[in-house]
């Protein structure tokens, strides 16, 4: 339609709030031993075509924080928390007796699969975000991978999530 060629030009929304903007985490190749991908367009960010994958895949994650206040030496300082969840509802009963085992202490709580690292950027350019993540710990089912950027020196703190399925591999 001709209102799809505007899609490509960039949108100024003054009435923004101030404060850290997260763009939503992009599923990745893995980056390997090399150096991270330094931005959008960097060669080495090689988004999936899927987000179905499978128990043993290696990802890399990439998104990039905007908006942190600086540091009076020009630097940005900011931690990140990414966690992964189920996203699937368990049936009534499996939801009861975990909760009664956890009750009588016959369980431990259930811990979701967490990675937290702090960074530091330079002020008025966005964080930039990138990290492989193996799960090798989830079995199949639905998954949310979630991001939490926390601004170390002007605060605040805001998240961004994606959903993916993982499946067993085939056998052969």
Do not use: C, M, N
């Not at 942190?68 to 969840?85: E, I, K, N």
């Not at 989830?138 to 926390?150: C, N, Q, T």
Request: cysteine-free; charged content about 30%.
């Amino acid at each position: 339609s001709r209102y799809g060629g505007r899609a490509r030009y960039a949108v100024d929304v003054p009435e923004y709030p101030a404060g850290i903007a997260l763009s939503d985490p992009i599923v990745a190749e893995p980056f390997g031993e090399g150096a991270l991908p330094a931005g959008r367009d960097d060669g080495r960010l090689r988004p999936r075509t899927r987000l179905i994958l499978s128990e043993a895949d290696t990802i890399g994650l990439y998104a990039e924080a905007h908006g942190l206040a600086p540091a009076p030496d020009g630097t940005t300082r900011y931690r990140v928390v990414l966690s992964v969840r189920s996203a699937e509802d368990a049936p009534l009963l499996a939801r009861a007796a975990r909760w009664s085992g956890r009750t009588l202490g016959l369980v431990g709580p259930d811990v979701e699969p967490r990675l937290t690292w702090e960074g530091e950027g330079a002020a008025g350019r966005p964080a930039i975000l990138a990290v492989d993540f193996p799960r090798r710990d989830l079995g199949a089912g639905l998954y949310e991978i979630r991001l939490d950027v926390g601004d170390l020196v002007g605060g605040g703190t805001h998240s961004s999530q994606r959903l993916v399925r993982i499946e067993k591999p085939e056998r052969r």
